[in-house]
């Protein structure tokens, strides 16, 4: 029993160490300015989401460029994360095909991506896993 109001009385003993502050509470600086209360936001930084979208919107305007083919095997193997062997038992080729077109698509994607990004793109996307 004593345990547990030790326990309780630690908790209030903390509690009374934090202090609460509130958000419409005015702050003067030291020039007796008004400071707003500053709170960081746990959200996505807004120059982050407009670059992952405009590099989505890239990456996805190239892949369409690709031939049906070469788009379906890249989209299974680099997007879908199928394996070589599950990706040529699903499009019923044979594995030197799935091999090939890869890696043509692959190189394809990277001269397109080398319009965007110049030489950078370059080592962007290996050729080889």
Not at 8 to 23: I, P, Q, T
């Amino acid at each position: 029993m004593r345990i547990a109001v030790n326990v309780a009385l630690g908790k209030l003993r903390k509690r009374a160490l934090w202090k609460e502050s509130s958000l419409d509470e005015p702050r003067e600086g030291e020039d007796g300015s008004y400071l707003p209360l500053e709170i960081e936001s746990w959200g996505e930084d807004p120059e982050k989401a407009c670059l992952n979208t405009e590099l989505q919107q890239i990456l996805a305007e190239v892949i369409q460029k690709l031939d049906p083919k070469s788009r379906t095997i890249f989209t299974l193997r680099d997007v879908e994360k199928f394996s070589i062997e599950e990706t040529a038992k699903l499009l019923g080729v044979t594995i030197p095909v799935v091999k090939t077109r890869l890696l043509r698509s692959r190189l394809k994607l990277r001269e397109e991506l080398t319009k965007y990004f110049g030489k950078d793109a370059r080592n962007a996307m290996p050729t080889s896993r």
